[in-house]
């Protein structure tokens, strides 16, 4: 197995026991970003001898972070000290702001070595999308907006990378891409160095090849850890369809049946779990706050470079959607009221949610990124979820399930994720054998 094919939990043990170096896993994996990325085009910003002198400088120290040595990719609209945040926009080519978002300077602390900038939808929003397909099938879209860092993580050219979600912008490429995701929850983690699209949506989250990856960012990033096994017999999933149904897809419906019933199968307490009927209007509600706050984070490129803005953006700051104030102020009582309403359900009868993480497989062609139909719910409530790889549709392209878990339960989820996802994703080499 070549170095860049680890996982980050795999690498990082390795180079701990001194039998990988830092400098071999940056190697390897910019070899395999040469010989692949002119296809897949994951990356934005890389330099890589750059990169090489920092996994050396890695070698001399002793490994003390959880993240010691491990390259991680940075979604293009985070900032990092020494590389380019041009936010996949015309307005600001080579901008360089000089300093580290807050998640980038703790993967930092704890040992991580930035590899490069991943491509994203212009903003994380609209307007240009990015040029990145999916690994599986170079015809079809890898999703977004964070395009790049979820086809890179696929592709074995780097093993841990920084996305965000607004709508479903990590959970449904990591959908797309067959890898694994973390969306915590909102707020868990410092948006600082973020570029805002909607401020109480964005959140910043994580790809990585296993839950043990997601689980090692999150220890570098201040989630703490569960520190128990969860044991899988007799805990209570529910299987939720979500008021969205009808926009499933056969892919979708049959990789969320067949992991209801493995889990069912191998001793959890799998039943239907209905949504109170408010929380249909949930999506109408994401969909007000999010453009209304889109017009507030975006005026200063609508008053000083119209020219260059995207007409799609354009239109949240005029709010041609004709969003009224009154609507806005409905959509944040809805969303406040629901909130709690959720949380409330987990407790004896409850510990898990399972839900579709995208209507089905990856859609053709790279004018669209996917729906996002089956994540804005759980984006607006401000829930953890973790998406594990489910198998594949008709297409022979990956589908993926979402383990949704109540407010700052993120530990929690993640631990109860390493229980279920040996026994949903039953391929975890698929990878390998297809993409390598």
Known sequence: MEPCQLSAAQAAVLIKERKLSAEELVRSCLERISARDALVRAWLHLEPDAAIRAAREADKRPPTGPLH????????VIDTL???????????????????AACVGLVRGAGGLILGKTDTVEFASSGRKALTRNPYNPAHTPGGTSSGSGAAVADFMV?????????????????????YAMKPTWNRVSREGLRMYAA??????????????????GQALGLPLHGATIPLRGLRVGLCR??????????GANALQQAAERLADAGAIVEPLELPERFADL?????????????IAFLPEYVNAYPLLAQEIRDKVENTAGISDQTLLDSYALADACRPVF????GASLDVVLAPSAPGEAPEGLHTTGNAVFNTT??????????????????????GVQLIGPRLSDARLLAIAQTLAPVIDVDPQRGLRELW
Not at 242 to 251: G, H, K, N, R, V
Not at 343 to 346: A, H, N, Q
Request: hydrophobic letters at 40%; one cysteine or more.
């Open 283 to 295: 999506r109408a509600a994401h969909s007000a706050i999010g453009q209304r706050e889109a017009g």
């Open 159 to 179: 093993p841990l990378a920084f996305g965000t979600q607004t709508s479903g912008s990590l959970i449904r490429p990591a959908a797309f891409n067959g890898i």
């Open 242 to 251: 979500t008021p969205m149904w009808s926009q499933i897809e056969p892919a």
């Open 69 to 76: 040595g491990i390259p991680i990719g940075v979604k293009d």
């Open 343 to 346: 949380d409330g359900l987990f």
């Open 200 to 217: 109480s949506l964005d959140t910043v989250g994580w790809y990585g090849r296993e839950v043990a990856d997601l689980t090692l960012m």
């Open 82 to 100: 020494d590389y380019p945040t041009t936010q996949n926009s015309p307005i600001y080519p080579g901008l360089r702001v000089g300093r580290d």
């Open 378 to 399: 759980w984006t607006l409530l401000h829930v953890p979820c973790v998406n594990i790889p489910a198998g594949v549709g008709a297409s022979n392209l990956p589908v």
